[in-house]
């Protein structure tokens, strides 16, 4: 039984290394057609639908901000300015979605090296020895 176990757990770290080297390959070397699939449909769907709901939500937020500064008078210009801001930093991360989700990509990548590659990271020699001592 015990043997059973160990075979296991070999089986996993086996696994686990096998998978970290494959995980820190960014998207763009993994599979070039892929990954430029991705950023073509990125940049001619998900973009246009985006600015086209960016589009309607300003609709509807400048109906709701006319609605609520008609009584104020020259005070009222606090509730723009956040709609503005609010603007920008939606159409700023429109544009740049694709770097956003590159970025995520990088930063996993960076992780899984560093826990991979680390001085104190477990080995198939650690782990066996760690569980041969608690048995």
């Not at 070999?10 to 057609?33: E, K």
């Not at 449909?41 to 109906?63: D, H, Q, R, S």
Request: hydrophobic share 50%; with cysteine; glycine share 6%.
């Amino acid at each position: 039984m015990v043997d059973l176990i160990m075979n296991m757990i070999r089986f996993l770290f086996d696994a686990i290394t096998g998978f970290s080297s494959l995980s820190i390959v960014s998207p763009a070397t993994f599979n070039v057609a892929l990954y430029n699939s991705a950023l073509d449909i990125c940049n001619n769907v998900v973009k246009p639908f985006g600015y086209t709901l960016l589009g309607a939500l300003i609709l509807f937020e400048l109906t709701a901000i006319t609605t609520r500064t008609e009584g104020i008078g020259q005070h009222g210009f606090e509730i723009p300015m956040r709609f503005i801001m609010k603007v920008a930093i939606v159409k700023i991360f429109l544009d740049k979605v694709d770097v956003v989700l590159l970025a995520i990509s990088d930063l996993t990548s960076d992780i899984i090296t560093g826990i991979t590659y680390s001085g104190t990271s477990l080995t198939l020699a650690s782990g066996v020895a760690d569980m041969q001592a608690n048995i």
